[in-house]
């Protein structure tokens, strides 16, 4: 067990170390759409209605991206548990069953692109272009949905070892592939919003592969058996116990997006602000996923040594977990506050029309007021990742409700009927988190596992000055 860096190497060395690549990693993955909008919206007259036509296809891809990291939290805390109980069996069962849960995932998602995707939009709009569009980059993103899936299995196995640098490495491989053939499909080849599907795509499938080849060819301390793959009801169970519930809390992200869309159809000023709520939204992704990368740090490290019922080190994740999100999330904020107007500026490259020199202007002003709820966020997220590493199901899935509908969408109904809405409504982001970080701190405070664990510690500790 000692050779594993996660039983002995100091705990806030180890969150930075492990966790920056993660981080990385998931910023990366937000970058995969907001790269695609860039391109997107710059496309020329079709630009604006484009935007809006990933506006709206943007929740099935959270919702996507929610089963795939929810599937992933839950393979991320069993393996880390199994790795901490050195139990082999366990091991190779984890690792085997959650390729076969990703191919499960992917062929729900390839039924989905054939036969929903036009009847998803239709719901959407009854703008007949944006139906068109949406329709071509949703069926081409969820039926070659592979690349997508398949990474976020693999992505948790690296990650479940410690071997987090591999996978931030796949993930860079990938988006930079995504990056230059956005270019590429949408310029050069004038294949549309098509182009923008298929250059994702490929920048996942060229992720997947590249970790499969981390994962079987450079690290094989863990290993599976072939007939591992087939299905076992209680690794599966084991997975879900709590996978379930962060799969639920990203697809809120999704039902999220949903609801916010339709209350913000509300106002008089329904297409500026959802097209610039959809650029936002993506933008904002990037301090999410960086809080949600050092939440899946705390994650593998907690449970690993809660595995291996380490006290203090169980005492000093907790702690340094929490304060290192925090950590992060107020840097992207500071760099958001100074960055606001060159990076909504880049959503408005060519061919400014009025309208989206309308949105690229309110792009900045939501930035700026929306970012200044990052550091509550950050608390929410990090005490979720604490909860999930403690096999909670039911209190990191009420934060989610609290931060993203039962706090949100009531003020922002307040703020949507408002004479300037466009330019308030932005406000009900602050306010939920920070109503969201104080229900979080108090549900930490209270929880029983967790506080048994920490008066353990104390216990411990006196008694090592005691028998000094």
């Given at each position: 067990?000692?050779?594993n860096?996660m039983?002995?190497k100091?705990?806030?060395?180890?969150?930075w170390?492990?966790?920056?690549p993660i981080?990385?990693s998931?910023?990366?993955?937000a970058l995969?759409?907001?790269v695609d909008?860039?391109?997107?919206?710059?496309?020329?007259?079709?630009?604006?209605?484009?935007?809006?036509?990933?506006?709206?296809v943007?929740?099935?891809?959270?919702?996507m991206?929610a089963?795939?990291?929810?599937?992933?939290?839950?393979?991320?805390a069993?393996?880390?548990?199994a790795?901490?109980?050195?139990d082999k069996?366990k091991?190779?069962?984890?690792?085997?069953n959650?390729?076969f849960?990703?191919?499960?995932?992917?062929?729900?998602?390839l039924?989905?692109?054939?036969?929903?995707?036009?009847?998803?939009?239709?719901?959407?709009?009854?703008d007949?272009?944006?139906?068109?569009?949406?329709?071509?980059?949703?069926?081409?993103?969820t039926?070659l949905?592979?690349?997508?899936?398949?990474?976020?299995?693999?992505?948790?196995f690296?990650?479940?070892?410690?071997?987090?640098?591999?996978s931030?490495i796949a993930?860079?491989?990938?988006?930079?592939?995504n990056?230059?053939?956005?270019y590429?499909?949408?310029?050069p080849?004038?294949?549309?919003?098509?182009?923008?599907?298929y250059?994702?795509?490929i920048?996942?499938?060229?992720?997947?592969i590249?970790?499969?080849?981390?994962?079987?060819?450079?690290?094989?301390?863990?290993?599976?058996?072939?007939?591992?793959?087939?299905?076992?009801?209680?690794?599966?169970?084991g997975?879900?116990?709590v996978?379930?519930?962060?799969?639920?809390m990203?697809?809120?992200?999704?039902?999220?997006?949903?609801?916010?869309?339709r209350?913000?159809?509300l106002s008089s000023?329904?297409?500026?602000?959802?097209?610039?709520?959809?650029?936002?939204?993506k933008?904002?992704?990037i301090?999410?996923?960086?809080?949600?990368?050092?939440?899946n740090?705390?994650?593998?490290?907690?449970?690993?040594n809660?595995?291996?019922?380490?006290?203090?080190?169980?005492?000093?994740?907790?702690k340094w977990g929490?304060?290192?999100?925090?950590?992060i999330?107020?840097?992207i904020?500071?760099?958001?506050e100074i960055?606001?107007?060159?990076?909504?500026?880049?959503?408005?490259?060519?061919?400014?029309n009025t309208?989206?020199e309308?949105?690229?202007?309110l792009?900045?002003t939501?930035?700026?007021?929306?970012?200044?709820?990052?550091?509550f966020?950050?608390?929410?997220?990090?005490?979720?990742?604490?909860?999930?590493?403690?096999?909670?199901?039911i209190?990191?899935?009420?934060?989610?409700l609290?931060r993203?509908?039962?706090?949100?969408?009531?003020?922002?109904?307040?703020f949507?009927?408002q004479?300037?809405?466009?330019?308030?409504v932005?406000?009900?982001?602050l306010i939920?988190?920070?109503l969201?970080?104080?229900?979080?701190i108090?549900?930490?405070?209270?929880?029983k596992?967790?506080?048994?664990?920490?008066?353990?510690?104390?216990?411990?500790?006196?008694?090592n000055?005691v028998?000094k």
């Amino acid at each position: 067990m000692n050779e594993n860096k996660m039983a002995f190497k100091p705990i806030n060395k180890l969150l930075w170390t492990m966790g920056l690549p993660i981080v990385l990693s998931m910023v990366l993955q937000a970058l995969y759409n907001v790269v695609d909008t860039i391109f997107v919206i710059n496309m020329g007259e079709e630009g604006v209605k484009a935007n809006l036509a990933l506006t709206y296809v943007f929740p099935v891809q959270i919702f996507m991206i929610a089963i795939g990291v929810g599937t992933g939290i839950g393979i991320n805390a069993l393996l880390s548990r199994a790795l901490g109980e050195n139990d082999k069996k366990k091991i190779g069962l984890t690792l085997g069953n959650g390729i076969f849960l990703g191919c499960i995932i992917f062929l729900l998602f390839l039924f989905f692109g054939i036969f929903l995707s036009n009847l998803f939009m239709s719901l959407q709009t009854d703008d007949g272009t944006i139906i068109n569009m949406g329709t071509k980059y949703l069926k081409i993103v969820t039926t070659l949905s592979i690349g997508a899936i398949g990474f976020n299995v693999f992505e948790r196995f690296l990650q479940a070892t410690g071997k987090t640098l591999y996978s931030t490495i796949a993930q860079i491989s990938g988006a930079l592939i995504n990056i230059l053939l956005d270019y590429i499909f949408i310029y050069p080849l004038n294949m549309g919003i098509s182009g923008a599907a298929y250059a994702t795509i490929i920048g996942q499938i060229t992720s997947l592969i590249v970790a499969i080849i981390f994962h079987y060819f450079f690290y094989k301390e863990v290993k599976h058996k072939l007939s591992d793959i087939f299905p076992n009801i209680k690794i599966i169970g084991g997975i879900y116990k709590v996978g379930w519930a962060a799969m639920f809390m990203q697809a809120l992200l999704s039902i999220n997006m949903f609801v916010m869309i339709r209350v913000f159809s509300l106002s008089s000023d329904a297409e500026i602000i959802n097209g610039t709520y959809g650029i936002y939204y993506k933008i904002s992704q990037i301090a999410l996923f960086s809080c949600f990368g050092m939440s899946n740090t705390i994650i593998s490290l907690l449970s690993f040594n809660v595995g291996m019922g380490e006290k203090y080190r169980i005492k000093a994740c907790i702690k340094w977990g929490i304060i290192n999100t925090i950590i992060i999330a107020g840097i992207i904020t500071i760099l958001f506050e100074i960055l606001a107007e060159p990076i909504a500026n880049l959503f408005g490259l060519t061919s400014l029309n009025t309208n989206k020199e309308e949105i690229v202007n309110l792009c900045k002003t939501s930035i700026r007021i929306a970012s200044t709820s990052y550091i509550f966020m950050g608390i929410s997220i990090s005490i979720q990742g604490v909860l999930q590493a403690y096999r909670k199901s039911i209190s990191p899935l009420i934060i989610s409700l609290l931060r993203l509908i039962i706090f949100l969408v009531p003020f922002a109904l307040i703020f949507v009927y408002q004479e300037n809405a466009k330019n308030t409504v932005w406000w009900s982001f602050l306010i939920a988190e920070s109503l969201t970080a104080f229900i979080s701190i108090l549900i930490l405070r209270f929880n029983k596992d967790i506080k048994k664990n920490l008066i353990e510690d104390k216990k411990e500790q006196l008694n090592n000055v005691v028998m000094k």
